[in-house]
């Protein structure tokens, strides 16, 4: 399919040109990896009078840690971020994450920034984000600004980020040098298939725990209720089966061409019974190894 | 309006004036007549229309190909040498892993990507290389086949065998 609209194209290599730029159009639209933007020229989803092609800028590539905060550039990819060797060493579940999404293919040009970016409610970025705390890092026109994760996605494909707002990086900061993660995600086979519902936990020093659950509800949902219950305590057969039962209040998963609401419901219980399990007993040191399929 | 673009397709330098909004996939087939790329799915799903940019597999469908001004792009084409098909192709032949072939680029490509950074993969790992390339004539076991039976035939590394296939 050709893609119908015409656009002016610009490859800065530098920050403030892409400042300058965006202010002369009325949709400018950032383009990294593509693998969204692409898709929406074609189907005309996105209007743009300018494509501002980010790649050529130094600043926004690479992973680094520094001071136990993790910054993923805007023009990290998923395949970048199963390669770093400091997610490897600190943050192994951001790779198990990175792992599921689409295909190679895919992971070679997509970028996690780019991800939150289109916000589609079914996006593997947002658990992770949301149980790390993350916070995103913009450049607006009044200079940059960290934004929560939890306060950055305003609903599916919707975020708060203002026309002419650039994000520059996402920040993760580490929670404990020892701590443990499980990311389970459903779906029909790997290689592209979408999530239908998708649970991040992650096990802290001190039994605490951090809940996510993606693709069932228009955001990302942080489970505090089910955090509160759990922290403090091992997670015993009886702890998990009062979980499960808190789960159907706390995500709103739909019904839609991939999954049922009910199936949703149903297999969230099982995917975070089996991904608690998997994070306590990787903090331990004996759980699967990351990157393996749970579901 | 159209845009001097220059790049290395297959070793050779490409300068073709582009317009924006041109798909890196139409360029290639319909305006420089490389035709093992193919158009699939149009969507990034199915892996048929897989090329190289710097050695890394991507979907020439959600590229534009105003982006890869500069860069070295590789396609099937590319992968033989001297006319010589590499090894993987020879087994792919030798294991009858395609029928219609429509898959075939796109699934060689991603098997090579794969074999030049790991080239003891096992099989879990090799189903997860080509988990983007759909092949609707195989069942994809003829295709796991090929790829296992280069590694485990093969006794020089086959990262070396096709490093030199990819002229990127």
Redesign the interface.
Known sequence: ?????????Y?PTAMSEVLKLMPKYKQPLI?AG??DL??N??TEVAHPDA?I?I?GIKALQGIKFNNNILTIGALATF?DLIDSKIIHSKFPVIAEVA?TV?????R??ATMVGNICSAVACADSGPVLAAYNAKVIVQGKNGKKKIPAKEWFKGNKQTVLKKNGIVLAIEIPLPANKHAGCFVKMRR????DLSQASVLILALPGKQYRIAFGAVGPIPIRANEIEILLNGSDPTPELIDKIKDLIPSVISPITDIRATKEYRLHMCRIMFERGLKAAVSRLNGTGPVYGCNLF | ?K?KTSFILNGHKILIDI?????LL?VLRDRLGVKSPKCGC??????SC?IMING????S????A??V?GQKLTTLEGLMQNNQLTPLQQSFLRNNSFQCGFCTP?VIL?AT??LERNPRPDEDEI????????CRCTGYQPIIDAITHLITTQNSSPSKEKRKGVKS
């Open positions: 399919m050709p893609i119908l609209q015409e656009f002016k194209y490859r383009l593509g693998t692409v898709n020229l074609k494509i092609d790649k395949s792992k689409g295909s190679t293919g895919i070679n040009r086979y790997s290689g592209e | 309006m845009i317009e924006p909004q041109e798909l139409d149009d969507r990034g799903d199915c892996g897989t890394k597999t991507v979907r469908c959600l590229v534009l105003i982006e001004d796109g991603s990507e794969l189903k997860e290389a080509i988990a983007g390339n759909l």
